[in-house]
């Protein structure tokens, strides 16, 4: 399993931006080097079930956004394949969540929120107000 470590979350009012991070340590060998993975943000809201944000496959020929943030979220990783990256802009009350990090070896299949993701972060808090 990937290690996974969150950080960047914190309060902000309606319409400001954040960046969340997520650093990544454990890959496979062969996974790395041939950037099998697919690397995603969640998110959950209190009594709401957790729903995917943004995800990206570490080829970097791919990324796929929740309807919800289209336009608005960026995914994107370093060039070392270390740190996955989430922009946020025009923040609006609704994205009030925990986010999480995640990631799944898929052998180089298309990626989706779908997939069993078997490794997690520990998430970071995303507060905005009205």
């Known amino acids: 399993q990937v290690r996974l470590l969150e950080s960047g979350g914190g309060s902000v009012q309606a319409g400001g931006s954040l960046r969340l991070s997520c650093a990544a340590s454990?890959?496979?060998?062969?996974?790395?080097?041939?950037?099998?993975?697919?690397m995603a943000w969640f998110r959950q809201a209190p009594g709401k079930e957790r729903e995917g944000v943004a995800v990206l496959n570490t080829a970097g020929t791919s990324t796929v956004y929740a309807d919800s943030v289209k336009g608005r979220f960026t995914i994107s990783q370093d060039i070392a394949g270390n740190t996955l990256l989430l922009e946020m802009h025009s923040l609006k009350p609704e994205d009030t969540a925990m986010y999480y990090c995640?990631?799944?070896?898929?052998?180089?299949?298309?990626?989706?929120?779908?997939?069993?993701?078997?490794?997690w972060g520990q998430g970071t808090q995303v507060t905005v107000s009205s």
């Open positions: 454990g890959y496979t060998n062969s996974g790395y080097t041939n950037r099998k993975y697919c």
């Open positions: 995640a990631a799944v070896s898929t052998g180089g299949l298309a990626c989706s929120f779908a997939f069993n993701y078997d490794s």
